[in-house]
Nanobody, 124 residues
Framework: QVPLVESGGGSGRSGGSLRLSCAASGYIHSDHCLGWFRQVPGKEREGVAVISAYGWTLYGDTVKGRFTVSRENAENSLVLQMDSLTPEDTAMYFC??????????????????WGQGTQVTVSS
């Protein structure tokens, strides 16, 4: 199966924006919940945003109102638009796919397929 591949990470400034993409051709047209997660070394993986196969979304409290997740079917991509960045957004960001179409919560343990991650670093 085609793997998930993240891109768009890099360095951003506080208050700025970044757009992450996840090549998800093996999942975007199928019935999979897709999501974005982030992790800092030594800490557990945090759910950022998830989107069901039907377009329903959930966001973590720390990113709600600043980040937007979307399925860009024409591009075969999962997108995370990150606005109003803060240094606390610094992390390795992963896209992931669940075996089922729905996203009941932001828990990482229910996602079976993962990309290799892309680093996001936000400075003042």
């Amino acid at each position: 199966q085609v793997p998930l591949v993240e891109s768009g990470g890099g360095s951003g400034r506080s208050g700025g924006s970044l757009r992450l993409s996840c090549a998800a051709s093996g999942y975007i047209h199928s019935d999979h919940c897709l999501g974005w997660f982030r992790q800092v070394p030594g800490k557990e993986r945090e759910g950022v945003a998830v989107i069901s196969a039907y377009g329903w979304t959930l966001y973590g409290d720390t990113v709600k109102g600043r980040f937007t997740v979307s399925r860009e079917n024409a591009e075969n991509s999962l997108v995370l638009q990150m606005d109003s960045l803060t240094p606390e957004d610094t992390a390795m960001y992963f896209c992931a796919a669940r075996e089922f179409a729905t996203c009941p919560d932001l828990g990482a343990s229910t996602f079976a397929y993962w990309g290799q991650g892309t680093q996001v670093t936000v400075s003042s």
